[in-house]
């Protein structure tokens, strides 16, 4: 299977590793020389292209799958849509056009399309409620890769990421240092995020559909902070409540929108669809950043 891989980051990257273990063709694009440097390391092919430049993704050789893994870098709406929906509409009208188009599209979306669910589970099925001007883009871009593929004669796939953590994304000072808000944390691995979307290729899964991409077992942030405190062999961390933390004066639009959302998020579908977690709860996941926070001291 040749695959290509737009906007080659963080979960990108080990897609592309996992990938070309198994035999597969990739080719990672980014913008940046510190990107196309990133993507050699990891052991395949790179090419400089912006997904918001038609004539630039030219360069990208044809391929049986696109995975839209591209970033608005954690800026505003307006760089969001500039990515999220521009970006996603102009690779998939350019892989479409040409006379050996793809055969699917994934498209990496995030759980902060549901918005705030006061701790209630939420899946596939779930209605979408976005916070954000932000998030209200993702829910356009997840329609947009559900639907435009198929004027293409091609299918689409939305994989909808919880919370990525992993090597160089552990923030295990956040949770140890505090103080801690209360609210669940719905987390997913960053080589199950990545292997999550090569199951989905691999095996032909979930066209036209979405997946919520998240591990077994959704956690309170008190409780997971506790049990990173003693594992680390530290203090437990100081703890407040979501009405203690507003009270803060240094919390951007944004941010108290985030602490506001709360929710538990379902890997049921993922799970029935035979995907085998390699980090199926963060007890397994962040056990090599506790090895490594122990080893330190």
Not at 9 to 36: F, K, M, N, P, W
Not at 97 to 110: A, F, I, K, M, W
Not at 160 to 186: I, K, M, Q, S, W
Request: net charge negative; with cysteine.
């Amino acid at each position: 299977m040749h695959v290509t891989i737009l906007g080659c980051g963080y979960v990108g990257l080990e897609l592309g590793r996992q990938l070309t273990a198994r035999g597969h063709d990739v080719v990672g694009v980014r913008r940046s020389d510190a990107g196309i440097d990133a993507i050699e390391a990891a052991g395949f092919d790179a090419v400089r292209a912006d997904v918001t430049d038609p004539e630039s993704l030219e360069s990208v050789p044809d391929v049986d799958a696109v995975v839209f893994a591209a970033s608005s870098g954690g800026r505003d709406a307006e760089a969001a849509r500039e990515v999220y929906a521009e970006g996603l509409r102009t690779a998939i009208e350019t892989f479409g056009e040409r006379e050996n188009t793809p055969d699917r599209l994934v498209y990496t979306s995030s759980t902060g399309v549901y918005g705030d669910h006061d701790g209630d589970w939420v899946d596939e099925q779930t209605q979408l409620e976005p916070a954000t001007e932000k998030t209200e883009v993702l829910v356009d871009a997840e329609r947009l890769a559900l639907e435009l593929p198929s004027e293409y004669g091609f299918d689409g796939t939305v994989a909808r990421f919880a919370g990525l953590y992993g090597p160089d994304r552990y923030r295990l000072e956040r949770y140890l240092e505090g103080p801690v808000t209360e609210g669940y944390l719905n987390m997913i691995h960053r080589d199950d995020a990545a292997g999550t979307v090569r199951y989905l290729l691999e095996e032909d899964r979930a066209r036209g559909e979405v997946v919520l991409t998240v591990d077994d077992e959704p956690v309170e942030k008190w409780a997971f902070a506790d049990w990173l405190a003693d594992e680390c062999d530290s203090p437990r961390p100081e703890k407040q409540t979501v009405a203690e933390r507003l009270e803060a004066d240094d919390l951007s639009p944004t941010a108290r929108q985030r602490i506001l959302v709360n929710k538990r998020c379902s890997n049921e579908k993922l799970r029935e669809l035979g995907y085998e977690f390699a980090h199926p709860t963060f007890r397994d996941g962040y056990r090599d950043a506790i090895d490594a926070y122990s080893d330190g001291r």
